[in-house]
C-alpha cells in the first residue's frame, strides 16, 4: 500500500493514469471553486473568488505545460524510450493530491478571507504535505 501511494505509476501508467488523474484534476478545481480556492500554478494556491472556467484554465494549463517541460525533458536525458501518454499520464496522476488541499475548504478553521492571518497560516501548514507529496509524485 505504501508504494502505491509513493510510487503508483508501477501498477497505472498510460491511458488509465490520465484518465484517472484529470478526473483528480477536475475534482479539484470544482471543490476549489466551491471553496474560493484557486489553483493557478502547479504548486501554488490562491484564496480568491474566480469562474469555473478560470478554475478549470488553471488546472490544465499546469498539466500541459508540466508534461511538455518533462517531456523534452526525457528526451534530451534518458536514454530509454519516452511515450507522451505516459508521461502527460504521470503529470496528470502526480496532481491528486492536491485534491486534499480543496478538502481542506471544507473544514471549519478554513479561512474566509485573506484577512483572517491565524487560520490562513494553519491552511498554510495543512498544504505542506500534499505539496510535498505531489512533489514526489511528480519527480
Known amino acids: 500500500m505504501k508504494n502505491l501511494l509513493i510510487n503508483p505509476f508501477e501498477r497505472i501508467a ?3 493514469a490520465l484518465a484517472i488523474g484529470i478526473c483528480f484534476m477536475s475534482l479539484t478545481a470544482v471543490l476549489g471553486k466551491i471553496n474560493n480556492l484557486l489553483f493557478d500554478n502547479l504548486l501554488h494556491v490562491t484564496l480568491c473568488p474566480h469562474t469555473f472556467g478560470r478554475a478549470f484554465l488553471g488546472s490544465g ?3 500541459v ?4 517541460v518533462m517531456l523534452i525533458a ?3 536525458f534518458s536514454t530509454s524510450k519516452i511515450r507522451i501518454i505516459d508521461v502527460a499520464g504521470t503529470m496528470a496522476l502526480s496532481c491528486a493530491p492536491l485534491l486534499l488541499i480543496a478538502l481542506f475548504g471544507f473544514l471549519p478553521f478554513f479561512p474566509k478571507d485573506t484577512a483572517d492571518v491565524f487560520r490562513l497560516f494553519i491552511f498554510g501548514l495543512m498544504c505542506i504535505i500534499p505539496m510535498i507529496w505531489t512533489v514526489i509524485l511528480l519527480y
Do not use: F
Open 65 to 68: 505545460i508540466v508534461s511538455i
Open 61 to 63: 494549463l499546469n498539466w
Open 74 to 76: 526525457g528526451k534530451l
Open 14 to 16: 498510460g491511458w488509465k
